[in-house]
């Protein structure tokens, strides 16, 4: 994975784009403000009243700001190995950015609420249909149902190989297991079919 640099003879660390993806307020900006080793880069505005009948605050109705763009942020996994993350806009009406934000991803973080798992479908969708490879990230909320990683596989009709963790999307140690998991999985599922990461 390392590269060497002419100038240096320094290997240089092979960089990945990875989305962090999943339906609105399942904390996705959170994910990527809680692992980044930068300052993240946010495009957060209020909710407004305007909002009211287009989206979806069910189940976060308290939630006030909303990511319209994008989310960025990155962290070094070793020396050999960055890792960019892109976290996506949750809100249907912000879609459009997706197939940009994905051109180029190696893989994604599908993050997931227990409360609203209807809202992981269209996510997971996307990503099966464009063949990227992912792992589901259920962000265990206070107050939340708790379901064991089986039972959410079952409750999405995932493949057996993608892998189902639970999470704290606030908490970097589990942050960092999630995107772990999922290098892992890239590793693994290019393995199996000769590809190169």
Known sequence: MAFENSDTAQPMAASVKILIAGGFG?????????????????????????????DDLRGVEGKTTTTVALDFGRITIDQNLVLYLFGTPGQD????????????????????????????????????????????AVNCFEGAPLYTPAEVRDALDLDERIPVLLCDARDRASCK?????????????????????
């Not at 912000?94 to 809202?119: H, K, N």
């Not at 297991?177 to 990461?197: D, F, Q």
């Open 26 to 54: 399942v904390g996705k900006t959170t994910m990527v403000g809680a692992i980044s080793e930068i300052t993240p880069l946010r495009t957060e505005e209020l909710i407004t009243e305007l909002s009211a009948g287009v």
């Open 93 to 136: 009406r912000f879609w459009f950015l997706w197939d940009e934000l994905a051109r180029g991803a190696l893989g994604a973080v599908v993050l997931a609420d227990t409360r609203r798992l209807d809202g992981s479908f269209a996510a997971i969708d996307f990503f099966e249909r464009r063949g990227v490879a992912f792992t589901v």
């Open 177 to 197: 297991n999630v995107l772990m998991t999922l290098v892992e999985y890239l590793i693994e599922r290019a393995a199996s079919t000769g590809a190169r990461v």
